[in-house]
């Protein structure tokens, strides 16, 4: 009961943001079970890749802009903006894959013990988009 009513104190929060310039936001969740995976060192990537048509967790398209969340708490609200993008100079432009990875030990390229997930409504998403509702459920070995 308690998560679900930071859930909602989030969702209501993070709807009152403008968006106003190019940005794409929502929600991340961790899938039942998957807490015993979380650790004090942990870091959250959220990673926004152009979207195509191989779109999807085992896309090597490479990422277009992340942000780094250390410590994040569940549920756990996220923007990304063209302050983000990786190479700067680089256009923010949609539509775009969103993948959202947990690192239990801080590594954005090792991939062992990390949780990662998607939105399944919104495989890619124009800019704009503040309602995407990634689960983190898939553990990588």
């Given at each position: 009961m308690k998560k679900m009513f930071i859930l909602l104190?989030?969702?209501?929060?993070?709807?009152?943001?403008?968006?106003?310039?190019?940005?794409?936001?929502?929600?991340?969740?961790?899938?039942?079970?998957?807490?015993?995976?979380?650790?004090?060192?942990?870091v959250l990537y959220v990673i926004a890749k152009k979207?195509?048509?191989?779109?999807?967790?085992?896309?090597?398209?490479?990422?277009?802009?992340?942000?780094?969340?250390?410590?994040?708490?569940?549920?756990?609200?996220?923007?990304?903006?063209?302050?983000?993008?990786?190479?700067?100079?680089?256009?923010?432009?949609?539509?775009?894959?969103?993948?959202?990875?947990?690192?239990?030990?801080?590594?954005?390229?090792?991939?062992?013990?990390?949780?990662?997930?998607?939105?399944?409504?919104?495989?890619?998403?124009?800019?704009?988009?503040?309602?995407?509702?990634?689960?983190?459920?898939?553990?990588?070995?």
């Amino acid at each position: 009961m308690k998560k679900m009513f930071i859930l909602l104190l989030s969702l209501i929060a993070f709807n009152s943001y403008a968006f106003s310039d190019p940005k794409v936001g929502g929600v991340i969740t961790l899938a039942r079970g998957m807490e015993k995976n979380l650790t004090t060192n942990g870091v959250l990537y959220v990673i926004a890749k152009k979207a195509g048509p191989d779109s999807g967790l085992n896309d090597h398209t490479p990422p277009l802009a992340v942000v780094r969340i250390e410590n994040p708490k569940f549920p756990q609200a996220f923007v990304i903006t063209p302050k983000n993008v990786m190479v700067p100079g680089t256009p923010f432009e949609g539509p775009v894959h969103v993948i959202a990875r947990y690192s239990p030990n801080g590594d954005a390229i090792s991939k062992s013990g990390a949780i990662e997930g998607i939105d399944p409504k919104f495989p890619s998403s124009e800019l704009g988009n503040k309602n995407m509702a990634i689960v983190l459920k898939n553990l990588l070995k």
